[in-house]
């Protein structure tokens, strides 16, 4: 039996006939655009896996490549309702390539993969950061009221010269140290009272209302392929209109953009309304920004050099990605760009936030980092054309 189905953010459902003695399955993967695709996550159903192995469990579940090699999968909670949702693995892609892959039932490796993402909560600052091997960024909690007054709901970027795990490291070194690049990249980004790399505020009469920082926080999944957490924004006040925030990030191995979604509600009489919202990047000196509706997913971004203070080098893009339907205009204020929204009290959004830098060694100018984004939205709007084969 061949039952194709497009993977993409939304899980589609799969109608099949399970075998209960059946302990494997083949996944024909195959890439259909004319680019490359580089660490391409590859997401299977869970419902879908447990129909072709009766008996799969998370951590009893493997994914083999064509020659037989063992690849690093992840049984994946991503909503964190304690339900698996996903079996993710990721794979690199020739333009036109495809890939046959074998899910299988059976304990991974005993020697655990090299760490490519990770997450983690510090006190008493009470910053969330979190990272790829590609880059690393972190959000603040009321906790930092303690030692600091910001009041900052916007995401903070931290550039890596390295592919090795660095979070840990840095909050070890010391809150002085980290803005200092000893080789392997340091916060170079002054995130401050703004919205950073893709924060999100709401935006009424031509105003940001932003939140503060973040009151509650957990993290559901910690790698090896994906980490993600969520966090709890307590209601602010946006010209009269009282709105709370759920906000939900993960991050893929070998990627520089976040999925972000989040779920505002609004109190009162407005609960049933709309609410404008927005998603931005903070200016920063001599930056240029640029926004394109060319493919199914609109980008926004800026590019400009890193702050010269503590000896910042290089070059430095930021931006957001989100479906070009959903993007009701673009503003532009003294201190931010702005992709402007609409969302439902109590209904998520969905869109993407990140960086590249140049020193990274991944972007050698502002036309790589263009290029970047556009495939990235090309591969958001065709998604990877999985085939499963009994």
Do not use: C
Request: hydrophobic fraction near 40%; proline fraction near 5%; charged fraction near 25%.
């Amino acid at each position: 039996m061949r039952i194709v189905v497009l993977y993409s953010l939304t899980a589609l459902a799969v109608v099949t006939t399970p075998t209960p003695a059946q302990q494997s399955f083949s996944v024909r993967a195959e890439n259909t655009l004319s680019l490359a695709r580089p660490d391409e996550t590859i997401a299977i159903p869970w419902k879908d896996v447990v129909a072709h192995i009766a008996s799969a469990k998370p951590g009893e579940v493997r994914v083999r490549g064509g020659a037989g090699e063992e690849i690093v999968s992840q049984a994946v909670d991503n909503d964190g309702d304690g339900n698996v949702d996903e079996l993710i693995f990721q794979s690199s892609f020739s333009p036109g390539e495809a890939r046959r892959f074998m899910v299988e039932a059976g304990h991974a490796s005993a020697k655990p993969p090299k760490a490519r993402v990770f997450a983690m909560h510090t006190d008493p600052r009470d910053d969330v950061a979190w990272e790829s091997d590609r880059i690393a960024y972190r959000i603040y909690g009321q906790g930092l009221w303690k030692v600091d007054s910001l009041l900052s709901s916007g995401l903070d970027v931290w550039v890596k010269r390295v592919r090795d795990p660095i979070v840990e490291k840095w909050y070890a070194k010391g809150h002085d140290e980290y803005h200092h690049d000893t080789g392997e990249g340091a916060d170079f980004f002054d995130v401050g009272q703004s919205l950073g790399a893709g924060g999100t505020g709401i935006w009424r009469g031509d105003k940001l209302y932003r939140a503060y920082n973040f009151k509650t926080w957990r993290i559901i999944a910690n790698g090896p392929v994906r980490t993600i957490f969520e966090l709890g924004y307590q209601p602010w006040d946006a010209g009269g209109l009282r709105v709370s925030e759920t906000k939900r990030i993960a991050l893929d191995a070998g990627q520089n953009l976040n999925h972000v979604v989040s779920t505002f509600r609004a109190e009162g009489a407005g609960a049933a309304t709309d609410i404008p919202w927005v998603t931005g990047l903070v200016k920063r000196k001599n930056v240029v920004g640029l926004e394109s509706k060319a493919q199914s997913w609109a980008w926004l971004t800026e590019w400009g050099p890193v702050l010269p203070k503590d000896g910042g080098h290089g070059d430095l893009g930021i931006a957001v990605m989100l479906p070009r339907d959903a993007v009701v205009d673009w503003k532009e204020t003294n201190d931010h760009y702005f992709a402007v929204s609409r969302a439902r009290s109590g209904e998520p959004v969905s869109y993407w936030a990140g960086a590249g830098w140049t020193d990274s060694g991944d972007f050698r100018d502002v036309r790589d980092w263009w290029t970047y984004l556009d495939q990235w939205a090309q591969r958001l709007g065709t998604p990877i054309k999985l085939t499963i084969e009994r």
